[in-house]
């Protein structure tokens, strides 16, 4: 079908059956495998390790790349100055009591954003 493998490979519905998958159909030489999907059961992958020696590689993807130590402050700070609005996502706020309801409308696809607000 590509003469040769894919350039690109990317998993993303956990399945690590997948992963090895997409390994070994990228191209020698330069292939390369992301995955993104986190699995629910069976972390392990298994691969001929000669899969990587003639070129393949295998990334992870995790948040789109993004480094949670440093870059969530850096959204909290861009929030804080107006410069990120989060705003317009909340569809709901709901009380504590109600976070029942919130799970509901998640489950049914009724909410983007449901805000929870904690008894004080």
């Excluded at 159909?25 to 986190?38: A, H, K, P, R």
């Excluded at 790349?65 to 706020?93: A, C, Q």
């Amino acid at each position: 079908m590509t003469s040769g493998g894919a350039d690109y490979a990317f998993e993303c519905v956990g399945s690590t059956e997948v992963v090895t998958s997409a390994i070994q159909s990228c191209c020698e030489g330069w292939g390369l495998t992301v995955t993104l999907g986190v699995p629910k059961v069976k972390p392990e992958i298994t691969a001929h390790y000669a899969l990587f020696l003639s070129g393949r590689t295998l990334k992870g993807s995790l948040f789109g790349g993004w480094k949670p130590k440093s870059d969530i402050p850096n959204l909290v700070d861009m929030y804080v100055r107006k410069e990120l609005n989060l705003d317009e996502f909340i569809t709901h706020n709901l009380q504590f009591e109600d976070i029942n309801k919130a799970f509901d409308l998640m489950i049914e696809g009724k909410c983007l954003r449901c805000v929870i607000q904690m008894p004080n």
